[in-house]
Structure formats: structure tokens, C-alpha cells
């Protein structure tokens, strides 16, 4: 079955720093999607990635996937208290209809 | 307001006895999730529907079941069964099952002890 890795596990970041996140799959990635979690609560979808090499961004987050490296990375620019949480990466295998996580990213931003 | 909720929020029973978990959305999505989150671990699929009166098990569907009778409702029954039932459990749904982003409901925690 496919699995995904995250790294870091946690990450602590000055507010106002950069920040890259990754995201590697053990099998071929047909769909990658990026959530956060804030503690206690549900996922909020951020983007989705289709195979081909994609980037996307939103405000100040921007992800990528590498399809050859079978990687995505999820960068923040600027980091903002706002921006802390759990932030985990789905990927949907060759049949697409369930998605499997990797274990999350747990991001604190300093102030 | 669209979107997906799940009652109650916290959730407290004692070893023994089965336990429903409810989920509704009016998103008009034809699929729909349950998974369960652990500390330090990602989500585990339980069970999905694509469809009303249809749906298939995931990773770790032992000790559970589910019923899609209408397509607003999902609910999840947590059964005697399941060697280790506390967790956080989310729902999610998506309209259709490839390709598309599931949207996630707040959560229920659930205490057994």
C-alpha cells in the first residue's frame, strides 16, 4: 500500500521566517493534497495537486510536486502566528478513491 | 451556510458499550469518510461510500460499521469489538471519489474507559 513521509515531524520558526515542509511517497503520486489541522479540530483543505509537475499557491503558501521524486514540498514565506498548526499531506493512489496521509507536520510560530 | 457536521464533540462511554457517531453534510456529495486520528499519526481510513446504500471498508474497519441510507448522513457505530476505541474521529465528504478534495467535518473525540 502506498505511504506517505513527512518531514519534519515538528518545526519551531521565528515569525517572519521561511519554511519548507515535505512530503515523499513511496509509490507513484496521481493526486497530492495539502491540509491543516489546527489542534481538536478538522482538516481544512488548503490545495490539491495533480500528477505533472504542478505548483500552486495560496497568499503566502506555496506547494509543488515532483513527480520524479514522487515529492511535494509546501513552502510558507513570511510565517505568521496564523500559520501555525498540523499540516498533513494526502495523496490518492492509481484507483483514486481513498486517500492515504502521512502523519502530519506540526508547525509553532515565535512571535 | 454548507458543510459538514459532526455531534456530538466529545463523547464519554464506558467499556462494553456500542457507541454512534453522527455525520451530516449538505454539500451534496455523493461520497463520504470516516477516519481515525491518533496522536503522532495520520489518519487511518475506517470506511468510505461512494454512493446511498453502498460502502466499502478501509484499513482499519474491524470493530466498526456504518449505514448510508440517505445522502446528507453517515453515521459511524463504534462496536464493543474495537480493542481500542478512544480516538478523534473525523468525517469527511467529496463529490466523487477520484480526483476531487474531501472537505472535513470539526471531529468527535471519543472516550471510552
Known amino acids: 500500500s502506498q505511504e506517505l513521509e513527512q518531514s519534519p515531524q515538528s518545526l519551531i520558526v521565528q515569525e517572519g521566517k521561511n519554511l519548507t515542509i515535505n512530503c515523499t511517497s513511496s509509490k507513484t503520486l496521481y493526486g497530492l493534497y495539502w491540509y491543516k489541522q489546527k489542534y481538536g479540530e478538522g482538516l481544512i483543505f488548503l490545495m490539491m495537486?495533480?500528477?505533472?509537475?504542478e505548483e500552486k499557491s495560496h497568499e503566502k503558501i506555496t506547494a509543488k510536486l515532483d513527480e520524479k521524486k514522487q515529492q511535494s514540498s509546501l513552502h510558507i514565506t513570511a510565517s505568521q502566528p496564523s500559520h501555525a498548526g498540523i499540516y498533513l499531506c494526502?495523496?490518492?493512489?492509481?484507483?483514486?478513491?481513498?486517500?492515504?496521509f502521512g502523519a502530519g507536520t506540526i508547525l509553532r510560530v515565535k512571535s | 451556510d454548507g458543510g459538514i457536521t459532526q455531534s456530538p464533540k466529545y463523547l464519554f462511554r464506558k467499556e462494553g458499550q456500542n457507541v454512534t457517531l453522527s455525520c451530516e453534510q449538505n454539500l451534496n456529495h455523493d461520497a463520504m469518510y470516516w477516519y481515525r486520528q491518533d496522536p503522532g499519526q495520520g489518519l487511518r481510513l475506517i470506511y468510505y461510500s461512494q454512493i446511498v446504500n453502498d460502502f466499502q471498508k478501509g484499513d482499519i474497519a474491524e470493530g466498526y460499521s456504518v449505514s448510508r441510507e440517505k445522502k446528507e448522513s453517515f453515521p459511524l457505530t463504534v462496536t464493543s469489538a474495537q480493542k481500542n476505541p478512544t480516538a478523534f474521529y473525523l468525517c469527511?465528504?467529496?463529490?466523487?471519489?477520484?480526483?476531487?478534495?474531501?472537505?472535513f467535518g470539526p471531529g468527535t473525540r471519543l472516550t471510552v474507559t
Open positions: 494526502g495523496a490518492s493512489g492509481e484507483y483514486g478513491n481513498k486517500l492515504v
Open positions: 469527511a465528504s467529496s463529490i466523487g471519489t477520484s480526483g476531487y478534495e474531501q472537505y
Open positions: 495537486l495533480q500528477k505533472g509537475g
